[in-house]
T-cell receptor
């Protein structure tokens, strides 16, 4: 499978715990994006990387959230001191800026439930 | 005001109907435009890009009006399998999604 993969697919945690999600993009894609989606809403942009550089962060990304893409390949999204409001689907997408339309391809997401 | 606004829906239509979705965006610097489809509990998948001159892909037609900052999607001869949420997407360096319009096609 050469698509975007995310792990874990589901995560249940207690409030106050830290969680980390991983995204493996399509191998030739230089951009990687993180989104959060809650029920009945479209995906909300969180942050994106071009290679290993984090180029933009949404105001939605509080100090408890941090993302890395250390080698310009896979990325991790960490949430510290989780809150119930963090419960959502976390989606990763990747794209290749060398292509004219910069279309994004999404992974299956990680569903986080904070109890 | 949200950056990308869509018809709230839901749309419930019979098989074979024609249905149109509208979308407006607020940032005139937006560079490219897409319609994505999202099935229940699945990730969004690209349905089609939207070009300035308008474009068609089988039963689907997309239109863009940059002056009015308006995007549309027309589905002709709708099928049961078209039932999904349709997301309007506007791209600058990142993608801004509308909240989506839910379509249910009934036999």
């Amino acid at each position: 499978d050469t698509g975007v993969s995310q792990n874990p697919r589901h995560k249940i945690t207690k409030r106050g715990q830290n969680v980390t999600f991983r995204c493996d993009p399509i191998s030739e894609h230089n951009r990687l994006y993180w989104y959060r989606q809650t029920l009945g809403q479209g995906p909300e942009f969180l942050t994106y990387f071009q290679n290993e550089a984090q180029l933009e962060k949404s105001r939605l990304l509080s100090d408890r959230f941090s993302a890395e893409r250390p080698k310009g390949s896979f990325s991790t999204l960490e949430i510290q001191r989780t809150e119930q409001g963090d419960s959502a689907m976390y989606l990763c997408a990747s794209s290749n800026t060398g292509l004219a339309r910069n279309e994004q391809f999404f992974g299956p997401g990680t569903r986080l439930t904070v109890l | 005001r949200k950056e990308v606004e869509q018809d709230p829906g839901p749309f419930n239509v019979p098989e074979g109907a024609t249905v149109a979705f509208n979308c407006t965006y607020s940032n005139s610097a937006s560079q490219s435009f897409f319609w994505y489809r999202q099935d229940c509990r699945k990730e969004p998948k690209l349905l089609m890009s939207v070009y300035s001159s308008g474009n068609e892909d089988g039963r689907f037609t997309a239109q863009l009006n940059r002056a009015s900052q308006y995007i549309s999607l027309l589905i002709r001869d709708s099928k049961l399998s078209d039932s999904a949420t349709y997301l309007c997407v506007v791209n600058r360096n990142d993608m801004r999604f509308g909240a989506g319009t839910r379509l249910t096609v009934k036999p």
